[in-house]
Antibody, heavy 121, light 108 residues
Framework: EVQLVESGGGLVQPGGSLRLSCAASGFTVTSNYMSWVRQAPGKGLEWVSILYSGGSTYYADSVKGRFTISRDNSKNTLYLQMNSLRAEDTAVYYC???????????????WGQGTLVTVSS | SYVLTQPPSVSVAPGKTARITCGGNNIGSKSVHWYQQKPGQAPVLVVYDDSDRPSGIPERFSGSNSGNTATLTISRVEAGDEADYYCQVWDSSSDHYVFGTGTKVTVL
């Protein structure tokens, strides 16, 4: 059974850092495309970052240069290192597995339960 | 950047059909995916590649995509279908993934 379990969220001051983890089971992170998606309180979904199986990474303009996505093959875990955090980064962060699309655009077929990040002084 | 526009809300009576639109420039040339999200829960993929359903998703959920509009159709709506729905595409020009603005479906 495929499972994704996020952890690492919490309260952090503006300008601070936080590292989110996403432990995967039932499949291998290394062989799949993995992504982070966030949702601010009462708002819609916002794509944050993706890590392709080959190692390429992409980021939303809103987090580029501040966030870093990575993985640990031995732990089968995805990470999101978040630096220089701002109030507008406050959100529930979901990790998701991307399902390759025949049409050239991936969907997200499995999601974790999310972890809340609150940026406030 | 690529923008996907959805109506904020759709209301439908039980047993009737709900149609949720997702507008984007030449969206018919992209693969569109749809997610259902109930309060306090993670999103669930209900339609991928315009019109395919993942295992376990009822046949009542269907999708289409042409021109500048993609549509998620929910037939024979049930109370349990009340949720927020999001469309999503991949923008090849930026290698970014884009979600629609979201539609709240209310079952009357």
């Amino acid at each position: 059974e495929v499972q994704l379990v996020e952890s690492g969220g919490g309260l952090v001051q503006p300008g601070g850092s936080l590292r989110l983890s996403c432990a995967a089971s039932g499949f291998t992170v290394t062989s799949n495309y993995m992504s982070w998606v966030r949702q601010a309180p009462g708002k819609g979904l916002e794509w944050v970052s993706i890590l392709y199986s080959g190692g390429s990474t992409y980021y939303a303009d809103s987090v580029k240069g501040r966030f870093t996505i990575s993985r640990d093959n031995s732990k089968n875990t995805l990470y999101l290192q978040m630096n220089s955090l701002r109030a507008e980064d406050t959100a529930v962060y979901y990790c998701a597995r991307a399902r390759p699309s025949s049409g050239g655009g991936d969907s997200f077929d499995y999601w974790g339960q999310g972890t809340l990040v609150t940026v406030s002084s | 950047s690529y923008v996907l526009t959805q109506p904020p809300s759709v209301s439908v009576a039980p047993g009737k059909t709900a149609r949720i639109t997702c507008g984007g420039n030449n969206i018919g040339s992209k693969s569109v995916h749809w997610y259902q999200q109930k309060p306090g829960q993670a999103p669930v993929l209900v339609v991928y590649d315009d019109s395919d359903r993942p295992s376990g998703i009822p046949e009542r959920f269907s999708g289409s995509n042409s021109g500048n509009t993609a549509t998620l159709t929910i037939s024979r709506v049930e109370a349990g279908d009340e949720a927020d729905y999001y469309c999503q595409v991949w923008d090849s020009s930026s290698d970014h993934y884009v979600f629609g603005t979201g539609t709240k479906v209310t079952v009357l």
